[in-house]
């Protein structure tokens, strides 16, 4: 056992050496504790999956279909990594995992998630990661992954705002399951991305006017398309450098239908020149083709008095499912009989969910809760907070049994609760009325 002379010596050492590296002209402090780093990004392209969870090294980050998660800066080191999700009963399920993945100073590291849940095909793409800085003006580096179950190969174009495709040639042709280089492209706005079935000109994809931005580097994923004619379509997701969205879609149309849960026993629409005849309460329409752009929106009643008109033309996003669901307005101000709203429908089949969404028709905020089996209120937060006369967006939800529980906005009241048995590949719409009432609806 060291003596307390011993330990004196030891300390008188340690402090010497540590005083000699510090001498020591091959060291520099502004250099040599400086962490080295690299940059890694995730991008969801698998068609049936719920949100997902990827733990790599020690972080932890959440990324739905179809997004791409925002660029990360982590440091240089090999990374052990599984992406996973949690079923109904709360259980981790890995769809797949790796080990030992570098991440290089200064270099870009994508994780393209591909395939589907059951079979899974992760595409890892190292490229240097480079400043917008460091980058030459009047430029852009632009690149394309495809996940697309019903086109093995696609032709994609650039070219100028409503250049004839039949007069350009693709930039890139890219298989399912895998992704091209980067190509160094002009920017500027009023250019135009279209996708068609390889060797032909069956367009899949028209973006309209796009603006590819100058010094950035651009991801375009292709994805399923879940829209009214999906099998004939693809979706995109544009990472604009760091973040992800969907690209409208300038070739499809959209499929509307109407829904009442007003107090009139029988309503008439007319969405532009589309006729929705004799609805009666509270069902929903057919659905009807419509296309892009704003139109003008009329509900009548059986003697064809106009009950609502709107000032506003209703806007009409082309490859989707929308449904406008018309209440009666008991508002103080009220200068209509009804008002109605707007919500996007959403078919995707997802493994072990459901997707819901809850729809507000009545005067005043409430709160919103999905309870599972065997919790109570006070456990859990609500799913929405504090939600006026609104249509919310489909949100993931487990396939199990659940309580549905609308409360006043101060949390003081419950006012309309209802069980289900929430089944896998089901869409359901909740929809609360005037009265005070809960209708479940499914698709």
């Known amino acids: 056992m060291p003596t307390r002379n011993t330990q004196s010596v030891f300390l008188l050492l340690a402090i010497l050496l540590l005083s000699a590296c510090g001498s020591d002209s091959g060291f520099n402090e502004d250099t040599d504790f400086v962490s080295k780093s690299g940059f890694v990004q995730f991008v969801n392209m698998m ?12 972080d932890r980050t959440a990324v739905r279909f179809p997004l791409a998660q925002s660029i990360g800066q982590i440091p240089v080191d090999k990374y052990d990594w599984e992406i996973a999700y949690l079923d109904a009963n709360d259980d981790e399920v890995t769809v797949v995992e790796g080990e030992n993945q570098p991440i290089t100073e200064d270099g870009l590291t994508t994780y393209l998630w591909m395939g589907s849940l059951s079979q899974p095909n992760i595409q890892i793409v190292d490229a240097p990661f480079i400043l917008s800085s460091n980058r030459p003006a009047g430029v852009a580096d632009i690149w394309f992954a495809s ?45 135009q991305i279209r996708i068609t079935v390889a060797g032909s000109n069956e367009l899949l994809f028209d973006s309209g006017a796009l603006e590819i931005l100058e010094k ?8 399923d398309d879940f829209g009214p004619d999906g099998a004939n379509h693809a ?19 959209a499929s509307i239908r109407v829904g009442n849960y007003s107090e009139q026993s029988s309503i008439t629409a007319m969405l532009g020149t589309a006729v929705y005849p004799d609805i009666i309460n509270q069902t929903r329409s057919s659905s009807q083709e419509a296309e892009n752009g704003s139109v003008e929106f009329k509900i009548t009643d059986a003697s064809g008095t106009i009950l609502e008109e709107s000032p506003d033309p209703v806007t009409i996003r082309g490859g989707v499912f929308q449904s406008i669901y018309t209440f009666e307005n008991n508002t103080t101000d009220a200068a209509s009989t009804t008002r109605s709203l707007s919500a996007t429908d959403s078919f995707r089949l997802v493994r072990d969910r459901v997707l819901f969404k809850f729809i507000n028709g009545s005067n005043e905020p409430v709160d919103f809760y999905i309870l599972k089996s065997g919790q109570d209120l006070d456990e859990v937060a609500p799913l929405l907070d504090d939600i006026g006369f609104t249509a919310q967006l489909n949100y993931e939800s487990i396939a199990n049994e659940v309580e549905y529980v609308v409360r006043t906005s101060d949390n003081t009241e419950t006012l309309a609760s209802m069980s289900n048995t929430q089944q896998e590949g089901v869409t359901y719409t909740l929809v609360f009325d005037t009265q005070g009432v809960l209708h479940l609806l499914t698709d």
Do not use: C
């Not at 039949?166 to 980067?182: H, M, Q």
């Open 147 to 191: 996940n697309l179950t019903h086109h093995s190969m696609v032709d994609i174009y650039l070219t100028e705002l409503d250049a004839v495709l039949t007069d350009a040639a693709p930039l890139a042709t890219v298989t399912s399951g895998s992704f091209t280089s980067r190509f160094s492209v002009d920017a500027g706005p009023n250019q």
């Open 47 to 58: 068609p049936d999956s719920p949100e997902l969870i990827i733990f790599h090294g020690r």
């Open 235 to 253: 979706d995109v997701i544009r990472t604009i450098g760091s973040t992800g969205s969907t690209i409208l879609d300038e070739s499809q149309s």
């Open 216 to 223: 950035t580097e651009d991801l375009y994923a292709l994805v």
